[in-house]
C-alpha cells in the first residue's frame, strides 16, 4: 500500500492542541455567510447518500464510539473492523471491560499496536463504570486517554454536542477548502478554528463524521477526487489549482534503531515471561525478558537483568517495523534464573497452551513462534 493510500484510511494520534480562536476564521457561528450554509447543506447532503456502511455506525451508543474512536487511532479501518467486533462481542459494556483482567484485554488488542490505548481503555472503563458516562467533549476529556478529538467525536456523535473534531482527514479537507499552505501540524491552531466555523451545528455528529468520510473517500492525499466533491464550488484549493499541492508534506522523522536481547529460559518445557510496568515498550505485556542492547554485549546486557546466557549466538531473531523505531529481538538461550529480574514486576513460567490468555506483544509473539518447539503443550 502507498503511503498516500494509508494516509487516507489511519487516522492521526492525538496530541494535545490549543484551543481555537483564530481570528482567521471567515464565518462566525452566529452569521454563517451564504457559502458557509451552502458547504454544511450539500456535504450533509453527500454524507446522507455515500457514506459507508460500517459497524460502529450500526450503533450510537458511547462505549462502541468511544471504543472504535480508541481502536482507529493511527489503525486503517480494514483492521480495525475484526477487532471492534472481537472486543464488543467479549466485553459488551462498560461494565465487562471495568470487570476484566488487563491481560485478558491486551490479549484481545494484540495486533492493532499502540497499546497504552488498551490500557488507557481499561483504565477509563474502570472510572466510567464508578460514575457515569461523561457526555460532554470537557468532561470527556478527564477520562486517560482521551485527548481533544476522541472527545469531541464521542461528544458529538453519541451525545450530539455541537463541538468540531480534527483528525488527518479533516485537516486536509480543511487545508484545501481555505487554502492552507505548509504542513498541517504548523496550522492546526487555524485549522481547530475553521473546523468548529463551519460546524453544523443543528446535525454536529453526523457533520463531523461527514468531514472525515469526505477525506477519507474523496479528498483524499496525492488526487483528490474534486469532480466528486460536493464543496468544489466552495474550494479555494480547486479555485486556485492547489489541489494537489495542499497539504504540503510533512518532513519524514527518522526511526531509530532499537535492539533487545531476550532471554530465553525453559525449565520443564514451561517459558519464562515477564511482565514490565505499566509504561514504554511493552509496558504491561508478557514478554521474554528482554533488554536493550546499547554499550555491551547481549550476554552483559542479559546479566544486568539477571539472566545467564548459554551462549553468544541467538537462538533466533525477529525484525519489526514499528513508527517510531526499527526492532530488532534476538533470543538467547539462558540458565534458569535464581531470584527476581531486574526492571519487572512479575515473573512467571509459562506453558504452550497458556500463551494465547496472555498479553503479548505482536513482536514477542512472532519471537516465542521461533522457539516453540522448546515448549511442552
Ligand atoms: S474540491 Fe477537491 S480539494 Fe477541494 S475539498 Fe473537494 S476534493 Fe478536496
Redesign the pocket.
Request: charge should be positive; proline fraction near 8%; hydrophobic fraction near 35%.
Given at each position: 500500500m502507498t503511503r498516500a493510500k494509508r494516509q487516507v484510511l489511519v487516522r492521526r494520534r492525538e496530541a494535545p492542541a490549543p484551543l481555537a480562536g483564530s481570528s482567521n476564521v471567515r464565518d462566525t457561528q452566529s452569521k454563517p455567510g451564504p457559502s458557509t450554509r451552502r458547504m454544511r447543506k450539500s456535504l450533509l447532503a453527500w454524507f446522507d447518500a455515500h457514506q459507508r456502511d460500517l459497524p460502529w455506525r450500526r450503533r450510537r451508543d458511547p462505549y462502541a464510539v468511544w471504543l472504535s474512536e480508541v481502536m482507529l487511532q493511527q489503525t486503517q479501518v480494514a483492521t480495525v473492523v475484526p477487532y471492534f467486533e472481537r472486543f464488543l462481542a467479549r466485553f459488551p459494556d462498560v461494565q465487562a471491560l471495568a470487570d476484566a483482567e488487563l491481560a485478558e484485554v491486551l490479549s484481545l488488542w494484540r495486533g492493532l499496536g499502540y497499546y497504552s490505548r488498551a490500557r488507557n481503555l481499561h483504565r477509563a472503563a474502570q472510572l466510567i463504570a464508578k460514575r457515569a458516562f461523561p457526555s460532554t467533549a470537557q468532561g470527556l476529556r478527564e477520562l486517560p486517554g482521551l485527548g481533544r478529538y476522541t472527545a469531541a467525536a464521542v461528544a458529538s456523535f453519541a451525545f450530539g454536542e455541537a463541538v468540531a473534531v480534527l483528525d488527518g482527514n479533516v485537516s486536509?479537507?480543511l487545508a484545501?477548502?481555505r487554502a492552507i499552505e505548509g504542513p498541517l501540524g504548523l496550522s492546526e491552531a487555524r485549522l481547530w478554528a475553521e473546523a468548529e466555523a463551519l460546524l453544523d451545528r443543528s446535525r454536529p455528529g453526523a457533520f463531523n463524521e461527514a468531514m472525515m468520510e469526505?477525506?477519507a473517500l474523496?479528498?483524499?492525499p496525492g488526487e483528490?477526487?474534486?469532480g466528486?466533491?460536493?464543496?468544489?464550488?466552495?474550494?479555494?484549493?480547486?479555485a486556485s489549482g492547489l489541489?494537489r499541492a495542499?497539504p504540503a508534506p510533512k518532513p519524514r522523522p527518522e526511526r531509530k534503531r532499537l535492539r533487545m536481547a531476550c532471554g530465553v529460559a525453559v525449565t520443564r518445557g514451561r517459558v519464562l515471561l515477564a511482565r514490565r510496568e505499566e509504561k514504554g515498550l511493552f509496558g504491561g505485556l508478557w514478554e521474554l525478558p528482554s533488554v536493550a542492547v546499547e554499550g555491551a554485549s547481549p550476554r552483559e546486557s542479559l546479566a544486568a537483568i539477571g539472566l545467564r546466557a548459554t551462549g553468544d549466538e541467538p537462538l533466533a531473531s525477529v525484525r519489526r517495523t514499528l513508527t517510531h523505531r526499527e526492532l530488532t529481538l534476538e533470543l538467547y538461550r539462558c540458565r534458569t534464573p535464581r531470584g527476581a529480574l531486574v526492571g519487572f514486576i512479575e515473573q512467571r513460567f509459562v506453558a504452550r497452551s497458556e500463551l494465547a490468555q496472555l498479553g503479548i506483544s505482536t513482536a514477542m509473539a512472532k519471537g516465542l513462534a521461533q522457539v516453540e518447539s522448546l515448549l511442552g503443550g
Open positions: 486536509r479537507v484545501r477548502l469526505l477525506g474523496v479528498c483524499v483528490p477526487r474534486c466528486k466533491c460536493p464543496l468544489e464550488k466552495d474550494c479555494a484549493a480547486r489541489e495542499i
